[in-house]
């Protein structure tokens, strides 16, 4: 029989977490089940996607790690700047919507985060600044978000979710209103993003080709209530480009994801 873990080794295992799920549900007041019990743990570092159908809780997850909504059951930790683990710390949200004031400017969009914190207009200005050119925005500043197309407006709320520069971001299918061609790009860009900023990314999406093409894991869901299906670990060269997207390897992570998310379309679990 193996020895109880030390303390010491479970605060380094909790520390190397950024999100971790456990027997988490939600129960909405009209008696719908949506999610759980979920058992989901993310490393600091870690890009993973949660794929699954409509309906099957992968918002309402990204919800509850953000804070915005508590469980029914179950705990939930997120890790602090400090390696604390705590609820709801250093947390960037990207929504469906870029959800941008359409009176202000690009600057003052992103700025309003920090706005809200109480950090100073000087302050605020220059670090606005910086995450707008960390997503290829640089020259649109002072435009208003009725200038700009529907790719840059998502970059818009991608740079206003990392102008605090939180630990922990989290994507609620953000590009999935966009053609192919801007999306494809966004992908490459954020792909760029994460491994220059190293963040945590948890990324909601509906796409095989897209978790695929993103990912280090795949996490799949089940139909309504929202349970793990497969947890799918992507690995090839990294870092990736067209030449992943194009490959064999690409193709049979494919057909093996698709089989996974099967049954929950189905009706069916393997569970």
Not at 40 to 56: H, M, N, Q, T
Not at 127 to 132: I, T
Not at 178 to 189: A, K
Request: hydrophobic share 45%; proline share 5%.
């Amino acid at each position: 029989m193996s020895a109880a873990p030390t303390s010491s080794a479970v605060e380094a295992s909790l520390t190397a977490l950024a999100v971790s799920l456990r027997g988490v549900t939600k129960m909405y007041d009209n008696g719908v089940m949506a999610l759980g019990p979920l058992d989901l743990a993310v490393r600091k570092g870690e890009f993973i996607s949660l794929l699954g159908p409509s309906g099957c809780g992968k918002s309402t997850a990204l919800r509850i790690i953000a804070g915005l909504s508590a469980p029914s059951s179950g705990t939930v930790r997120v890790a602090r700047h400090e390696g604390e683990v705590q609820p709801g710390h250093g947390i960037g949200f990207v929504f469906q919507e870029p959800t941008l004031m359409p009176w202000a400017s690009v600057r003052e969009n992103v700025r309003l985060p920090l706005k809200l914190g109480g950090v100073s207009k000087a302050e605020g200005r220059v670090r606005a600044d910086e995450a707008l050119a960390s997503v290829g925005l640089a020259d649109f500043a002072d435009a208003y978000p009725r200038e700009l197309s529907g790719g840059m407006k998502m970059r818009v709320s991608l740079a206003r979710a990392l102008v605090t520069d939180p630990d922990i971001l989290l994507m609620d299918e953000p590009f999935a209103a966009l053609d192919e061609i801007t999306r494809f790009r966004l992908n490459n860009d954020l792909l760029a993003l994460w491994r220059a900023l190293g963040k945590t990314v948890i990324f909601v999406t509906h796409s095989v080709f897209e978790s695929v093409y993103l990912s280090q894991r795949i996490v799949v869901m089940t139909a309504r209530p929202g349970r793990i299906q497969a947890d799918i670990r992507i690995e090839t060269v990294e870092p990736r480009g067209e030449e992943f997207r194009t490959s064999a390897a690409y193709s049979d992570y494919c057909r093996r994801v698709s089989a996974a998310l099967a049954p929950s379309y189905s009706g069916q679990s393997t569970l």
